[in-house]
């Protein structure tokens, strides 16, 4: 009933190769963010749009974190850069700054947190990506990492191999 062990007639019983679901969940949830976390790609708030865009497609990302002196200022989606490049303007001219998602409204996550608290905070706010951060003095936050639906993704099907 466990399934850990199958029968088949005339041959008997065997170990089943099938993954218990308990263990599975048991092992997603002993994951932290810290062990799926990627490398943050970082621009800073004068950065055209268009640099952005480029950063964008050589780096392969959905999302670029705007830094200042270490400190997480913004964020910048696909999304973001679309709107940019649709309203007309020369996007050499224009800085991620006025675009971009400032710091009070970012969703993030810190090294400790689970790949559930993580993922629930991807799909309760709709973003395809959170930074990891740790704290800075002053209450500053710095973009340590980023933790996107594809990092969990992957986790799910190593697990489940």
């Known amino acids: 009933m ?3 062990i199958d029968a ?4 008997g019983y065997f170990s089943s190769n099938k993954k ?3 263990d599975i969940f048991e092992k997603l949830s002993s ?3 810290s062990d799926i976390k990627s490398v ?3 621009v800073t708030e004068a950065t055209s749009v268009y640099d952005a865009i ?7 990302v959905g999302t670029l974190f705007v830094v200042e002196d270490e400190g997480l200022k913004g964020v910048i989606s696909r ?3 679309l709107k940019a490049a649709m309203g007309g303007g020369d996007l050499n001219a224009i800085p991620v700054g006025i675009i971009m998602t400032r710091m009070p409204k970012i969703v993030y996550c810190t090294e400790d947190e689970s790949l559930f608290d993580a993922a629930e905070k991807i799909i309760e706010n709709e973003v395809d990506c959170v930074p990891v951060v740790t704290h800075l003095s002053g209450g500053r936050l710095k973009a340590v990492g980023r933790v996107s639906k594809t990092n969990i993704t992957k986790v799910i099907l190593e697990i489940s191999k």
Do not use: A, W
């Open 2 to 4: 466990c399934g850990l």
């Open 8 to 11: 088949k007639p005339k041959v």
């Open 20 to 22: 218990n679901k308990k």
């Open 31 to 33: 994951i932290s963010v």
């Open 40 to 42: 943050p790609i970082n």
């Open 54 to 60: 480029v950063s964008l497609f050589l780096e392969n």
């Open 79 to 81: 999304k973001d850069l």
